[in-house]
Structure formats: structure tokens, C-alpha cells
């Protein structure tokens, strides 16, 4: 089970938000690179990056932070990205940047055939990212609700040839209320692709809870304010979700 810091960009900062609300953010740094040197440092495998001002912009934002942090890790680890990603020409530059994998979210869903050409430019390296509530998708940074159920369009993309899914839960994003384990893995049970699990990360519970439908097709899961406050010892919950793994 892969652990994954996330570090969300708003105005070159590192931030939180609350159910994707841009009002309710809660800064947790103001250097980008020095927060991905503390994940580095805790052990992490894999960092994620949202460009929250991408995602509301449509286009990058925050791209400065993004090389920033590039630049600290230097290739140590694999470095997913995400918001404001709506051309092929965007990924292609992220990707010489030295992202590793680029995340389409809101693309996706309302142009399939984009997706669909950076599946085919970029094999490899694209991961759809499925925003939900109530099984719905929502897209537009979280402000607009589909009437897509969330496992249709996940089995539609999958035969594009994406890499993975990232499947946030939006009404439990940021709120420390527990990952929605029953819907990611409907959802990683109904795909061939590996699930990633997202929104509501509160405590070791939760890795321990996930590790356990790993065999499922979960591979991973998106850390945020959890590791941010406090409430989650990300090295201590690696090294626990190692430990489940072996056993």
C-alpha cells in the first residue's frame, strides 16, 4: 500500500482545502520544495501535486512551484500531477519537466477524445482522476455535479489505456472523516487498472482498513490534512502498511 503526501499549490503555497472550497483554505507552508524535502525525508515513494488555481484557471498556474519542487527531489522519487491539464502540449511539457505521471480530471470527462490522444501520445504516463459524490462525478474543481455514475465512465477510460484512477471522495475530502472504503473498492473491483483512494484520510485506522482490500485492486492512498495536522505519522503509517503488506 502506497502512501502518497500530497501537496496542494494555491498561489505558490502549499494549502489544504475543505470539500474543494478555494474559501476554505488552511496554509501549511509557503515553500513548496522545502515541504517536498519533508516528505522525501519521511520516507515517501511518490508525491502528488494539485495546481488548485490550474484546476479552477484550466490551465497550469502554479508552474513555478511545480519545478521548485521538481528541482528538490531531483528523480529520488516518482512526482503525479494534477489540475489545470487540458492539452496535449501541457503534458508534454510536464512531462519533460520530470513529472512522472500526469492526472486528467475535468478534461476527461467533458472531452473523452483529449484523454483519449494523451493516452495514445503519452502511454504510461496518465492517470484519470475521478472527482465524486453520492457515486456521481463532479468536475470543474468539485463545483459541478455530473449525472456520470462514477464506474461507467472508469471502465469507458480504462479501455483508453490510462495508467491508474485516483478516486476522490468530495464530501469527505479535507474533513478527517474517514476514506470511503465500500465505493473505492467498487470501484477498484469493477477495473483491471489500479485504484488509488482519496478524500478523508484521518488516521492509522484508515491505512490499516485499506491494506486489508489491497488484493482488491487499491493500491494506494492520497495523504493531505491528516499528515498536515498531525493526526497521521506518515512515516509511522508507511511503515505499518509495509508491515500489513508482508505479513
Avoid at 502549499?14 to 519521511?42: H, I, K, N, S, Y
Avoid at 513555478?64 to 508534454?92: F, H, Y
Avoid at 498536515?228 to 502498511?241: N, S
Wanted: hydrophobic share 45%; proline share 2%; charged share 25%.
Amino acid at each position: 500500500m502506497l502512501l502518497i503526501p500530497a501537496i496542494d499549490l494555491k498561489d505558490g503555497h502549499c494549502v489544504r482545502l475543505e470539500q474543494g472550497d478555494m474559501q476554505a483554505a488552511t496554509t501549511f507552508g509557503t515553500d513548496p520544495a522545502a515541504m517536498a524535502r519533508r516528505w522525501l525525508d519521511a520516507g515517501a515513494r511518490r508525491l502528488h501535486l494539485v495546481d488548485l488555481n490550474g484546476a479552477f484557471a484550466g490551465k497550469p498556474v502554479n508552474e513555478g512551484a511545480v519545478k521548485s519542487i521538481l528541482r528538490e527531489v531531483a528523480g529520488a522519487i516518482p512526482v503525479q500531477l494534477g489540475g489545470g491539464i487540458r492539452d496535449l502540449d501541457t503534458i508534454e511539457r510536464y512531462l519533460d519537466d520530470g513529472i512522472s505521471t500526469v492526472i486528467i480530471g475535468t478534461a476527461a470527462v467533458k472531452n473523452p477524445g483529449f484523454l483519449k490522444d494523451a493516452c495514445t501520445a503519452f502511454g504510461g504516463h496518465i492517470i484519470v482522476g475521478l472527482d465524486a459524490k453520492d457515486g456521481k462525478v463532479a468536475t470543474d474543481g468539485w463545483s459541478k455535479l455530473t449525472g456520470h455514475e462514477v464506474v461507467d465512465l472508469a471502465r469507458k477510460f480504462e479501455d483508453y489505456g490510462i495508467e491508474g484512477v485516483i478516486y476522490t471522495d468530495i464530501g469527505r475530502d479535507g474533513m478527517l472523516t474517514g476514506i470511503n472504503i465500500d465505493a473505492t473498492v467498487k470501484l477498484a473491483q469493477a477495473l483491471n487498472v489500479p485504484v488509488i483512494a482519496s478524500g478523508g484520510l484521518s488516521d492509522l485506522t484508515d491505512i490499516e482498513r485499506l491494506c486489508a482490500v489491497q488484493g482488491e485492486g487499491v493500491a494506494g492512498v492520497i495523504c493531505g490534512r491528516s499528515i498536515y495536522t498531525g493526526a497521521l505519522d506518515f512515516r509511522a503509517a508507511q511503515r505499518r502498511a509495509d508491515e500489513l503488506v508482508e505479513a
